[in-house]
């Protein structure tokens, strides 16, 4: 059982579109880093929420963490093509970090 | 460049032949800490390190051994591999732990066991 479930699982949208991956707990963590991993590379850390309720935007991408901590959403506004990867998510407790098992993101020129 | 350097990229191997997976970073990183990432199971962590000869066990540790000789390397050992060791391993580092600082991965290791 993951501690972390994300979804959905995989999602097809066309450029221009805007798309939104949840990740979801039933457990409190201290962060919740996002990050995305293209074929044959590792994953690479997009941000990190630390605060209850806290928005963070990078250009077309913004990250919320719940106001109870325990879960979290990307949103990606008007998806590019170069947006295409895997997104994950994973929460710090007690200095562990947990994943979940990823959103497949593809976007369609 | 700073980086996190994993060798090898692909390695095949038959049940029981022991083998290493090395794993160097360059950014006088304290923490390591070493991934396998399955099918719909996302990143698990095996070993981990804190720094110079400590390390902990994280969720999957079964079959798999680690030492922490040096700081800036974090080898992996299968003493005894088995199929379903079969998957894509990743070492991280980061500065101090994964609190503060974010983790930097390698470019992943596929192995096969048959």
């Known amino acids: 059982t993951q501690l972390l479930e994300q979804s959905p699982q995989f999602l097809s949208i066309q450029e221009g579109e805007n798309l939104t991956v949840y990740c979801n707990s039933s457990?409190?963590?201290?962060?919740l880093q996002w990050y995305r991993q293209e074929p044959g590379e590792g994953p690479v850390l997009l941000v990190t929420?630390?605060?209850?309720?806290e928005v963070k935007k990078l250009k077309r991408l913004t990250f919320q963490f719940g106001d109870a901590r325990k879960d979290s959403s990307l949103h990606i506004t008007a998806a590019q093509p170069g947006d295409t990867g895997l997104y994950l998510c994973?929460?710090?407790?007690?200095?562990?970090?947990?994943f979940g098992a990823g959103t497949t993101v593809t976007v369609r020129a | 460049e700073a980086q996190v350097t994993q060798n090898p990229r692909y390695l095949i191997t038959v049940t029981g032949k022991k083998l290493t997976v090395t794993c160097s970073q360059n950014?006088?990183?304290?923490?390591m800490s070493w991934y396998r990432q399955d099918p719909g199971l996302g990143l698990r962590q095996i070993y981990y390190?804190?720094?110079?000869?400590?390390?902990d066990k994280g969720d999957v540790p079964e079959g798999y051994k680690v030492s922490r000789k040096e700081k800036r390397n974090f080898p992996l050992i299968l003493e005894s591999p088995s199929p379903n060791q079969t998957s894509l391993y990743f070492c991280?580092?980061?500065?101090?732990?994964?609190?503060?600082?974010?983790?930097?991965f390698g470019n992943g290791t596929r192995l096969t066991v048959t």
């Open positions: 994973a929460g710090e407790r007690d200095y562990k970090l947990s």
């Open positions: 991280a580092s980061s500065y101090k732990g994964i609190r503060n600082s974010p983790l930097h």
């Open positions: 950014m006088n990183h304290e923490y």
């Open positions: 457990s409190v963590f201290s962060s």
């Open positions: 390190s804190m720094n110079v000869e400590v390390t």
């Open positions: 929420v630390v605060t209850g309720g």
